[in-house]
């Protein structure tokens, strides 16, 4: 079954300290894992998009990394910022299938001061 | 450039009440799809376009219909609106396979 899991659910951190969020997919056939931002009450905006022989990708202070031995990948934030706090979503996108797109539940992040 | 736009941004509905969500992006892509989220849910694939002219279901149709209209527009109708489907719907398009833009959201209540 084509699924993708994140963890945690939920996350809690100080400003200013550092976070990884964890995705694990069971996708094929894979093309791409990506990591969107959503802010409460908005759609979601893509922070990075990694194909199969990409194992790094950073946007600002957003790092992600991708095994795609493992199907692991995470979301690294550096330096938080109140302005992070939001939900993160992991997405696969299969090369075939009537559900091109795999979404995982999101992780929840509150950065507090 | 408004990128991908939805109206109405909220709306209550009566159980067996119909309705059109309207969506349309001006970025001329050739892809666009309806998505629902729900609380402790990822969001799920209602239908999609691949071009103008097609449209495929996606994990979850059942209730739903859509209209490709030319390649700016990709309207979702609820014939007979059930509880159910209250929800947050999610438009969004893409160029091709790589990143995909979503637009604000249409947030239904159905009572």
């Known amino acids: 079954k084509n699924q993708v899991e994140q963890s945690p659910q939920s996350l809690i951190i100080l400003e200013g300290k550092n976070c990884t969020l964890q995705?694990?997919?069971?996708?094929?056939?894979?093309?791409?894992l990506r990591w969107y931002k959503q802010d409460t009450g908005r759609g979601p905006v893509s922070l990075t998009i990694?194909?199969?022989?990409?194992n790094t990708k950073s946007n600002g202070r957003y790092t992600a990394t991708l095994d795609a031995d493992t199907k692991q990948s995470s979301l690294h934030i550096t330096a938080s910022q109140l302005s992070d706090s939001a939900s993160y979503i992991c997405v696969v996108t299969r090369n075939s299938g009537n559900t091109p797109l795999v979404f995982g539940k999101g992780t929840r992040l509150s950065v507090i001061a | 450039n408004a990128g991908v736009t939805q109206t109405p941004k909220f709306q209550v509905l009566k159980t067996g009440q119909s309705m059109t969500l309207q969506c349309a992006q001006d970025m001329n892509h050739n892809s666009m799809y309806w998505y629902r989220q729900d609380p402790g849910m990822g969001l799920r694939l209602i239908y999609y376009?691949?071009?103008?002219?097609?449209?495929d279901k996606g994990e979850v149709p059942n209730g739903y219909n859509v209209s490709r209209l030319n390649k700016r527009e990709f309207s979702l109708r609820l014939e007979s609106a059930a509880p159910s489907q209250t929800s947050v719907y999610f438009c969004?398009?893409?160029?091709?396979?790589?990143?995909?833009?979503f637009g604000p959201g249409t947030r239904l209540t159905v009572t």
């Open positions: 376009s691949a071009s103008e002219g097609t449209t």
């Open positions: 969004a398009s893409t160029p091709g396979t790589r990143e995909q833009y």
């Open positions: 990694m194909t199969f022989s990409e």
């Open positions: 995705c694990n997919y069971t996708v094929s056939p894979f093309s791409n």
